[in-house]
């Protein structure tokens, strides 16, 4: 119950006895302190340094990967943009080649609209001529 008695700040240290604390550190390299303190304190700043060093490499590691992700990225969005321009074009030139050929598909389906008519004329003619035989075999044999 002693301890609740001092008033907040106050600590007891091994070699001065009561000390009060501040809010800043008074820890001094030439100030004898306790050897053992010295020795966990420097621990705990090797530590915590070599924690934040390893904090601060891995969110640089981090920036590095977003770089690295975003330049390719961009050469991979500039290749898809060359090919498509290449797509577009020919897409262009064949749809130019076609539009110089239409005049010509045209007429071949014309032709082939009158060679389907002549075929049906022909076979209509070919019905003809072999009623014509029947016809002509049948007034032969009077």
């Known amino acids: ?10 600590t007891d240290s091994p070699k001065k006895g009561p000390t ?6 008074s820890f001094e390299a030439l100030d004898p302190h306790d050897p053992n303190l010295s020795r966990l304190a420097t621990t705990m700043f090797q530590k915590t340094a070599d924690y934040l060093f ?15 992700m975003n330049q390719a990225t961009i050469a991979k969005y500039s290749d898809m943009k060359q090919i498509s321009g290449n ?15 239409q005049p ?7 032709i082939e609209s009158s060679v389907n008519k002549l075929e049906q004329a022909a076979y209509k003619l070919d019905a ?3 009623r014509l035989e029947t016809k002509f075999k049948s007034l032969e044999k009077r």
């Open 20 to 25: 009060l604390s501040t809010s800043t550190s």
């Open 104 to 110: 010509y598909l045209d007429q071949i389906d014309q």
């Open 128 to 130: 003809y001529s072999k």
């Open 54 to 68: 390893g904090e601060l490499t891995a969110t640089q590691e981090d920036y590095r990967l977003l770089e690295s």
């Open 87 to 101: 797509v577009s074009r020919t897409i262009t030139e064949l749809n130019e080649k076609y539009m110089s050929l």
């Open 1 to 10: 119950m002693a301890d609740e008695a001092e008033p907040e700040g106050v």
